[in-house]
């Protein structure tokens, strides 16, 4: 296809100084013959100058409410290059006809990894063990782990069971862990539970039984606070609660008390709500959450590695390429399902989707589920 009518697009390319665009990432856009403007803003005054009159919006992590949303003429597509939309006014961008997209399987496995990561760490108290090591305490730290629970045989709960958590299960497993999950739809049939192993249960059972519980879910109204004062109370005082999906799923004053006052054994967040990792301007955190010895916190950093970094360039750029063209992207790609164009678009065209498996929809790992 010759794609030199990109030249006369305006895209527009958010986030430019705090996640600036690598040599892989452009790489895509040249196969394209795309030439985005690089912008840094963050706020709806600072964003909409730059975006009102563009093609294409790609964002990472800035917020994208109602006023710029309504600011954008004539935009076809915003291309989230990521996963998360929760900062994304997908509605209204639906009511405008504009496509929402996103690239669900990029970080599936590097998420299932940073899951387990935290699960073993916090098991087997590695944070309190090398602090004991480093000055020299090793009698605590010989004593402390005589608690630890041999994995084999527990049980961890994941909510949410979309790929992140299929890929969690198919980790814990090899562990000799039993798994057992709870998702929105619980009528969907899903054979891959069956295969994995999983046993399917109420949000509330699986509170109760399980040894560790992990967040594989995205935040919405239903799901604000899903882990509340309520739901910690109904855990192991033993278990431990791993959150690397987003950081409002879980009131983190709620889970505090309830690692101070002995109710919960540990937890391992890489998401939160009351911290902005994203800021421009880093500082030291004021949370006490993060001060408690049983805590495993990491900023935001689940997703991060060179393959999930090129599997998302390649998808968002693929999506935005794919709308401009005149196609529908692929349908698990497209958050704002039910949308109707501002532009007719042709049936989806799979030449224009050439990336590994992950990105080449439900022939690869499958389509979303929660």
Request: glycine letters at 8%.
């Given at each position: ?31 394209f013959d795309m030439h985005p403007i690089e912008v840094e803003a963050s706020t709806p005054e600072e964003i909409i100058p730059h975006v009102a009159q563009c093609d294409a919006l790609f964002a990472v992590s ?119 999950a709870t998702r929105r739809h619980m009528a969907a049939h899903d054979p891959e539970a069956a295969a994995l192993g999983v046993e399917m249960t109420d949000l509330d059972s699986l509170l109760r039984r399980a ?133 007719p678009l042709k049936t989806f065209d799979p030449a224009l989707y050439d990336g590994p498996e992950g990105q080449q929809g439900s022939a690869g790992k499958g389509p979303r589920a929660l």
């Open positions: 296809m010759d794609w030199s009518f990109m030249r006369g697009m305006r895209i527009v390319r958010l986030n430019a100084r705090l996640f600036p665009i690598g040599a892989f990432e452009r790489s895509q856009y040249a196969r800035v917020a994208l409410p109602v006023p710029v949303i309504d600011s954008l003429e004539r935009c076809q597509v915003i291309s989230r290059l990521g996963t998360g939309t929760d900062k994304i006014a997908v509605p209204r961008a639906k009511e405008r006809g504009i496509l929402v997209t996103n690239v669900p399987y990029f970080c599936v496995e590097e998420q299932a990894d940073h899951t387990m990561a935290m699960l073993l760490a916090l098991v087997r108290k590695l944070p309190q063990s090398a602090a004991d090591m480093k000055r020299g305490a090793y009698r605590h730290a010989q004593n402390a782990v005589r608690s630890n629970r041999r994995l084999e045989g527990r049980t961890l709960g994941l909510i949410g069971f979309g790929n992140s958590a299929k890929h969690t299960a198919r980790r814990a497993r090899g562990f000799g862990l039993n798994v057992i040894d560790y519980v992990s967040l594989h879910l995205p935040l919405g109204p239903g799901s604000y606070h899903l882990i509340d004062d309520a739901a910690l109370r109904k855990m192991k005082p033993d278990a431990f609660l791993i959150n690397t999906s987003r950081g409002a799923l879980v009131d983190e004053d709620a889970l505090t008390t309830a690692l101070i006052e002995g109710r919960l054994a540990g937890a391992g967040i890489d998401t939160f709500e009351k911290i902005d990792v994203f800021a421009e301007q880093e500082s030291v955190p004021d949370l006490p959450l993060l001060n408690l010895p049983n805590v495993i916190a990491t900023p935001h950093v689940a997703a991060g590695s060179v393959e999930a970094g090129q599997d998302v360039s390649r998808g968002g750029v693929q999506n935005v390429a794919a709308i401009l063209a005149g196609h529908w992207p692929l349908a698990e790609n497209i958050v704002n399902a039910g949308v109707v164009p501002r532009v």
